[in-house]
T-cell receptor, first 112, second 116 residues
């Protein structure tokens, strides 16, 4: 079993839709959770960073962490064609660590 | 603007050749990393370095080598011993230590290596 599971997609939605992207994990020691966006042939860029459980909102993006279910989500409201990218979840157990576990990424297509 | 510069963006290599990928950062980050990205797989750590003149193997270090002679630079050499080197290589950096931001990786734009 992989430490982090992420549906690869592709996920196609119409412009303006609410998008839900998810990752499940098995290691209860994970405390730091990140979402990265990666455009084709580019490096990942950080979208959201969350510590422990709870919600965090930044503009059209909301990150949720449910540690009891070992489940994290990224919601995108009012999705735009420019949101079309691969979204990677990542997590680590400690601050100041080299060990980050990445999901395989979900490809999102927002149709105009 | 601060960031990470990787070069070259595209690289072709014949079998049996060593190639070196460049990674330079001006973020004043202590830690630097090399990841490999393959379709259908999460990013896999090749090497990382917390300080100058020190580096550690990651999960898939075989067939790769690195150096860290300057804080800003962390070049990766893909040697002929790497059996399947065709991949997208990503360099990253971060603050090292406890506190907010210590777990935030900043990535370069990547280098795509193709073995002919």
């Amino acid at each position: 079993q992989k430490e982090v599971e992420q549906d690869p997609g592709p996920l196609s939605v119409p412009e303006g839709a609410i998008v839900s992207l998810n990752c499940t994990y098995s290691n209860s020691a994970f405390q730091y959770f990140m979402w990265y966006r990666q455009y084709s042939r580019k490096g990942p860029e950080l979208l959201m960073y969350t510590y422990s459980s709870g919600n965090k909102e930044d503009g059209r993006f909301t990150a949720q962490v449910d540690k009891s279910s070992k489940y994290i989500s990224l919601f995108i409201r009012d999705s735009q064609p420019s949101d079309s990218a691969t979204y990677l979840c990542a997590m680590s157990a400690a601050s100041g660590t080299y060990k980050y576990i990445f999901g395989t990424g979900t490809r999102l297509k927002v149709l105009a | 603007d601060g960031g990470i510069t990787q070069s070259p963006k595209y690289l072709f290599r014949k079998e049996g050749q060593n190639v070196t990928l460049s990674c330079e950062q001006n973020l004043n980050h202590d830690a630097m990393y090399w990841y490999r990205q393959d379709p259908g797989q999460g990013l896999r750590l090749i090497y990382y370095s917390q300080i100058v003149n020190d580096f550690q193997k990651g999960d898939i270090a075989e067939g790769y080598s690195v150096s860290r002679e300057k804080k800003e630079s962390f070049p990766l050499t893909v040697t002929s011993a790497q059996k399947n080197p065709t991949a997208f290589y990503l360099c990253a950096s971060s603050i090292w230590g406890a506190g907010t931001g210590a777990n935030v990786l900043t990535f370069g734009a990547g280098s795509r290596l193709t073995v002919l």
